[in-house]
């Protein structure tokens, strides 16, 4: 076996970052078409407290895809790596070592779900009928986390075989399958949340088995081996390291919407957790581009890592702030321009659930294109194997919010729940930028940053 994947070498550093950012965009935006679909078949015939019923089921299941895109970038990380020091045996193990964590972590997270879901709803302030219907939606997860997972998992690991358009078109089916069944079991069979989410998985198990079949075919020159022979529990570790500043995003983007839940229910009512719901799916069309554009940058850094070339990785670097910067303001000046006509796509005309919503834009989303740089700071020092760090950003971005979240509300109400995560995030991105900008500098210091800033 040869790795024969490396970037074309006629490429410039803008056209190898595009190759690798535009499918991974697309991936995610289609990946993100899941959760907002969902949102927009629930709340046209469900209902606002549908909307606030997945709302609460969101921070649990989220969890999931967590763990599987931790999975898949660690071993992906590792996979890139492999490749720019050209070595097929190292790409190999880190591949059979991401299916046993995939199994193993699925395992545990069906046990939990099992023990835990309902309390976690509770925490969050779901009544009878709130918790009676996301209750549907998370139990259905539950029996599928291993569907789950290995979703997050595979396209990141296909994309850092040098095949993002695999990737993306797998991703573009499994989100076609599941706009369908969303109208098939929400729409007409009327199954309400527990439709939602079946007909998530079973999309879901269709990007899974494209996956595999990849793996099996000759465009790939790994395998999927679902073996225990010669796994080494370090090297599960080393993935889990790498992943894990992913996992921590995940696991604070669900504290923070969960908590969220909780202080609208304390300071508001159902309808301000609906209305949340549908600000939350305004932010995550952007977080999702984000999150494209980082996890795009992500191959190609980390194989210039490999190769040693620390001046294309700087370049690179430099030319997904500025995409993520652009992004941020320009869909954030189209939500506060037509706020009503979105808010449209998931309200079927309750006037008070608008006006709401128009609200929380104005007041929760001006900052966002901070949290994707954020986002996109976590994503290059887990490229680079600087995983400790990576990890205190993403362990920053959830406790940072904390303070903010206990002393805004009792001070204005509901305005300070709304205005907790924008505040936050300006405090975090005032340290983190730096951090960022010094290890740029670091690794092409000796070259002036003016030609950086204009490639």
């Not at 907002?36 to 921070?59: E, K």
């Not at 890139?80 to 193990?93: D, L, V």
């Not at 099992?114 to 009676?132: N, P, R, S, V, Y």
């Not at 949340?276 to 850094?301: C, K, S």
Request: charged share 10%; proline share 4%.
């Amino acid at each position: 076996m040869s790795l024969t994947h490396s970037p074309p070498p006629t490429l410039t550093i803008s056209q190898n970052f595009w190759r690798y950012a535009l499918p991974s965009i697309a991936a995610m935006m289609v990946t993100g078409l899941y959760q907002i679909v969902d949102g927009i078949f629930v709340g046209h015939y469900v209902g606002y407290q549908g909307l606030a019923a997945i709302n609460m089921a969101w921070p649990i299941t989220y969890l999931l895809s967590g763990l599987g895109l931790m999975i898949g970038i660690g071993g992906g990380t590792l996979i890139s790596i492999a490749r720019g020091e050209k070595n097929a045996y190292h790409a190999q193990r880190a591949l059979d070592h991401v299916v046993l964590l995939i199994v193993a972590v699925s395992v545990i997270a069906l046990v939990f779900f099992a023990l835990f879901g309902e309390t976690l709803l509770t925490i969050q302030g779901a009544d009878h009928t709130i918790k009676a219907l996301a209750l549907q939606y998370v139990q259905s997860f539950g029996w599928a986390a291993f569907i789950t997972i290995f979703a997050g998992a595979i396209p990141m690991l296909i994309r850092n075989d040098d095949s993002p358009k695999i990737a993306t078109g797998l991703l573009i089916a499994g989100a076609l399958t599941n706009i369908v069944l969303d109208y098939l079991f929400i729409g007409i069979f009327k199954w309400q949340l527990q439709g939602a989410a079946v007909a998530t998985i079973i999309a879901q198990a269709v990007t899974v088995t494209g996956g595999i079949i990849y793996f099996y075919s000759s465009r790939s020159p790994l395998t999927i081996h679902f073996t225990i022979k010669n796994i080494q529990l370090s090297h599960c570790w080393k993935i889990m390291s790498l992943g894990s500043s992913v996992l921590i995003m995940y696991l604070y983007a669900s504290f923070v919407v969960a908590l969220h839940n909780y202080q609208f229910m304390q300071y508001g009512t159902e309808l301000t957790v609906s209305a949340f719901a549908i600000v939350g799916y305004m932010m995550t069309l952007y977080y999702l581009v984000a999150e494209g554009i980082a996890e795009g940058m992500q191959p190609p850094v980390s194989y210039y890592y490999g190769a040693k070339q620390p001046q294309n990785i700087s370049k690179t670097t430099y030319l997904a702030i500025k995409v993520t910067i652009i992004a941020g303001i320009s869909w954030f000046a189209l939500l506060y321009s037509f706020p009503r006509t979105l808010i449209g796509l998931f309200n079927s005309g309750n006037a008070a659930l608008t006006t709401e919503a128009v609200g929380g834009i104005k007041l929760h989303l001006f900052a966002m294109f901070l949290d994707g740089l954020i986002v996109l700071a976590t994503v290059y020092f887990m490229a680079v194997d600087k995983a400790g760090k990576a990890l205190v950003i993403s362990v920053s971005n959830m406790l940072v919010q904390l303070p903010f979240l206990y002393f805004l509300p009792q001070w204005l109400g509901v305005n300070g729940v709304w205005l907790s995560m924008p505040l936050s995030t300006i405090l975090l991105s005032l340290i983190v930028m730096p951090l960022l900008w010094a290890d740029i500098y670091q690794r092409y210091k000796t070259l002036p940053i003016e030609p950086l800033l204009n490639s």
